[in-house]
């Protein structure tokens, strides 16, 4: 599903480059649930904005479904947002203007869902999370660990074939950390979703069924 | 989609108060400003809307050029040409004259009102859209000595009902009866007299002298309009033809080097706004006031843009997280764009709103209310939203969402910081050369108020003198107590336009020189408190005859003497037929208003051209007074309307006022508008620095340093644009001032103190902000990150 070939990723300084990346080869099946772990700096956000399309890597080729898309242009890397990436992140990146009910909504809205389908799909999802009594809170409303469900929910409501997670529990106590991850591996063996996340904690990433070691750019593995 | 959009930027202006307040408050001020001008251009662009024909209506035109080769370009024809045109060209359908003569008081129904009326025939009403109340268009001139009048005019003399058949005298030009009334015209038309009369009650009047011989006349162009009405299908190329061949009639005018005429042609929509020819009618602005107007409305308006811009913009830091989610959920860059747009025109419509409610409670006289005038505003509003938001929206949806999402601190703003300061230093320049602008006019106005002119002003009313005798009135007048002098005069001095001319001669100077003068008789000197340098007054009996004049100084040295002794006892020949010598010579004063420079005048003894009586009051109850002098007057004037002004309040009523409180109230709205936008930054820039500053406070700073480093920018600012504001303001002020010839000089310490007022304000706006950030506990700032 996601092939990494040789990505590099630097940032020219002065004279040299300052590698963030070097060298990456990564393949991804679908269906997995991979760890990315490893200290601080040791290039592992960069690692899933590369494959999240967030970034473009220096070097090398990223295949996502047997389609070359490192050198999209940005309509056609929007088009893929939209249809088979999710994004969770660790400070949930909700908008505060819009409610749970609205939040969760948006990405339809950007597909072009139809208002009745809007609907239905947004009522199951917040069915699913058991979040349909708080749909009319804005995130400043909820708590940390509630605002981190509606930002799956965001994730997975249009239905995505990979959820990319960038630190998901960072800034979670263990207990909310713990129903996360439940969700997240429920996720992936129900509903066949690839899961790629990023995590400091070996708690964590125990729920996956791969862990890819990252240090100073390169995987140890 | 859209409702999304909606209900997201009605949640960010809420949230958002002080920068949706600023927007508001200064959007909305000037879109008010906006509005009333919108309002003026609406009324002056639908001037003579309301004629069918109107596309192929022409008014003639002539330029005229004199023996000494002046070029005037007149919006009057000789009378005679209407008749010409129509006699002799097939693709004319109409030609009528509007000759504007029969201008007095007039009296029916036991009322005497002053009528501004008009000499025109049938054709008028068959060019025309006017249409009549009552009476038939066809017959309506049957009977030479008929007249149509205004609804406006019928209703002042008899109130409702048909006063067809009624008549009313003019007693210089005779009776007239009414034959019809005008409806009133759906729009204002430059042609707006009260009354139009048959241009076949002229010839008599020509004969008895009550008119000037102007029927047959081609070599007078005044007052007298001519209107064409083309064939279908024939242009201004048609007109110009035949207007062409009605030009050659002066060909030996121009063989004879007298001069030369020639006409042209002005289409109707053409009339306004005005293209300020000589001796027009139009009652429409001219076309510069029109364009300054809009010019100033839009810059008001441009400024108000500039605020919310810059506030959008450095506020967008704020926006920048939501703009990065919106991308990663999928939203392209057009979307994004949109919602920002959406966002400004709502905040537009917003203002819009505040700006009709503050309109329609400070000017219920505007006529707002009023379809068109509505969707105009809510175009323009749109707009304006679409324009302000543009720079912002662009910035905005420009965010790559990985740069925003991972790190909030290094974006890098569209423009960056160039861009905002330049658009407050915009605004200051603005706001410090209107200031300048301002207090050189207060200055000079101030000024005129108080300059002595060289004659008395004080407790002297001007009462009009109608047809009275001027000596019997005289006598009653002085036979009050408190008058203690009474003179009679054409013309009030230091008042525009009040002076009238005549051409003087000697013996050695043939070609003459053109003099000012009043008619005046002997106690104008006295009453007036003007100083005879050389000579004595006009003897106390005086003939009907002219026979001696007063001039002064400069008509003294005009007339070639050395000293004002010298021209005592000159022969002098008035427009060449009445010879008079000269008995005194007046001290030079400004019988001018200051505008002007003093030029040679004369003080002439002619009786039949007295207009007032200037009565010197004794100190005391003013009131008391009035009421005197205007029994006697009214037992002169049975019936007629009483008007007497004091001349120090007529004078002063002429010292700009208007013009300096107008000018006032848009300096104002201008330094408002850029005060709140420094306010906006400032905020905005103090709440993004306040981690710097705390951690500036935590190494040790003190208070005074913080606050000068958050302020040092903007003052710097205010500087730069008062740098570039004081060569405009100074250049503005002298093109002002040469206006007059008598003026204060550039008072560079009131600029200096008026730039101080705006730095103290501006230092307060930026203070209000900074002092708040500098106080925090730098703790509060430094923990919650």
Partial sequence: MIQLQNITKYYPVGLGRNFILKDIDLTINEGEFVSIMGPSGSGKSTLLHIMGLLEEPSEGQYLFEGERVDKMNEKKRTQLHRGSIGFVFQAYHLIDELTVYENIETPLLYKNVSASERKSRVADVLDRFNIVAKKDLFPNQLSGGQQQLVGIARAIVAEPRVILADEPTGNLHSDQAKSIMELFKELNEKDKITIVQVTHSDVNATYGNRIIQLRDGHIRS | ?785
């Fill in chain 2, 1 to 785: 989609m859209l409702k999304r959009y909606i209900v997201l930027a009605f949640r960010n202006l809420r949230r958002q108060r002080l920068f949706t307040f600023i927007n508001i408050a200064g959007l909305a001020i000037s879109m008010a400003v906006c509005l009333m001008v919108l309002v003026s251009l609406h009324e002056t662009f639908s001037y003579d809307n309301f004629h069918p024909h109107a596309g192929r209506i022409f008014r003639v035109t002539t330029k005229v050029e004199t023996t000494d080769g002046r070029k005037y370009h007149m919006a009057s024809t000789p009378l005679p040409l209407g008749e010409a045109i129509n006699a002799g060209y097939k693709d004319v359908e109409q030609v009528t004259s509007v000759y504007s003569a029969l201008i007095d008081d007039a009296a029916a129904n036991g009322k005497e009102i002053p009528v501004r009326a008009a000499f025109t025939n049938e054709a008028f009403f068959r060019i025309f859209g006017f249409k009549l109340k009552w009476g038939n268009a066809n017959t309506i001139f049957a009977d030479p000595n008929s007249i149509v009048v205004s609804d406006n005019l019928a209703q002042r003399y008899f109130g409702a009902g048909n006063p067809v058949g009624k008549v009313i005298r003019f007693s210089k030009y005779g009776n007239y009866t009414i034959s019809g009334v005008l409806e009133t015209p759906p729009s204002h038309s430059h042609l707006d007299f009260d009354a139009y009369a048959s241009l076949a009650a002229v010839p008599v009047l020509e004969q008895s002298k009550a008119l000037p011989q102007m029927l047959q006349s081609w070599d007078q162009v005044q007052g007298a309009y001519t209107y064409v009405l083309m064939k279908e299908g024939k242009g201004s190329k048609a007109i110009n033809d035949l207007l062409a061949v009605e030009s050659h009639r002066y060909d030996i005018m121009k063989k004879e080097k007298r001069g030369s005429l020639s006409f042209a042609s002005q289409p109707l929509n053409k009339i306004t706004p005005s293209q300020e020819l000589y001796d027009d009618i139009t009652s429409s602005p001219p076309w510069g006031k029109v364009l300054t107007e809009a010019l100033v409305a839009l810059g008001l308006l441009i400024c108000a843009c500039f605020n919310y811009i810059n506030l959008t913009i450095v506020r967008s830091l704020q926006r920048a997280k939501e703009v990065g989610i919106q991308k990663v959920n999928g939203a392209q860059r057009w979307q994004i764009f949109l919602q920002f747009i959406i966002e400004s025109v709502i905040l537009c419509f917003l203002s819009f709103i505040l700006a009709i409610t503050m309109l329609s409670i400070a000017r219920p006289d505007l006529r707002i209310w009023n379809a068109e005038i509505l969707l105009l505003f809510l175009v323009f509003s749109f707009v304006t939203g679409v324009v302000a938001g543009i720079i912002p929206a662009w910035s905005l949806s420009s965010f790559q969402p990985v740069k925003v999402l991972k790190n909030m601190v290094d974006i890098k703003l569209f423009g960056g910081i160039g861009l905002r300061k330049t658009l407050i230093v915009i605004q200051f320049t603005l706001s410090i050369a209107s200031i300048f602008f301002l207090i050189t006019v207060a200055r000079q106005f101030s000024y005129k108020a108080v300059v002595d002119m060289g004659f008395a002003r004080k407790d002297i009313l001007d009462v009009p003198l109608e047809k009275t005798n001027y000596e019997l009135i005289k006598q009653r007048m002085l036979g009050l107590k408190d008058v203690e002098a009474c003179t009679a005069t054409s013309g009030v001095l230091g008042m525009p336009r009040e002076t009238r001319f005549c051409r003087i001669r000697t013996r050695e100077n043939k070609e003459g020189i053109e003099f000012g003068y009043y008619a005046t008789d002997n106690d104008f000197i006295k009453t007036m408190h003007l100083t005879l340098v050389a000579g004595t007054n006009f003897p106390a009996a005086n003939t009907d005859q002219e026979r001696y004049i007063v001039i002064n100084e400069r008509a003294a040295g005009a007339l070639g003497n050395k000293t004002p002794g010298e021209a005592i006892g000159q022969n002098v020949w008035l427009n060449d037929s009445t010879q008079v010598s000269i008995v005194g010579v007046l001290k030079n004063f400004n019988y001018q208003p200051i505008e002007v420079d003093i030029r040679p005048m004369a003080l002439r003894f002619l009786p039949q051209e007295f207009t007032k009586l200037q009565l010197k009051m004794a100190k005391g109850d003013k009131p008391a007074q009035v009421a005197a002098v205007q029994d006697i007057w009214q037992s002169f004037n049975p019936g007629k309307e009483w008007k007497a002004e004091w001349m120090d309040e007529s004078l002063a009523a002429r010292n700009g006022r208007e013009v300096v409180s107008m000018l006032s109230f848009l300096v104002f709205i201008c330094t408002l508008i850029a005060a709140l936008g420094l306010l906006g930054i400032v905020s905005y820039t103090s709440f993004i620095r306040r981690k710097e500053i705390s951690v500036r406070k935590v190494l040790g700073a003190d208070v005074i340093s913080l606050l000068v480093l958050l302020s040092q920018n903007y003052l710097k600012l205010i500087f730069i644009a008062a740098l570039i504001a004081m060569p405009i303001g100074i250049l503005g002020s002298s093109f002002f001032l040469r206006i007059f010839a008598y003026r204060v000089s550039l008072g560079i310490l009131p600029m200096a103190l008026g730039f101080l007022g705006l730095f103290v304000l501006a230092l307060i706006t930026i203070l209000s902000q900074t002092w708040a950030t500098v106080q925090v506990n730098p703790a509060k700032n430094l923990r919650n990150d």
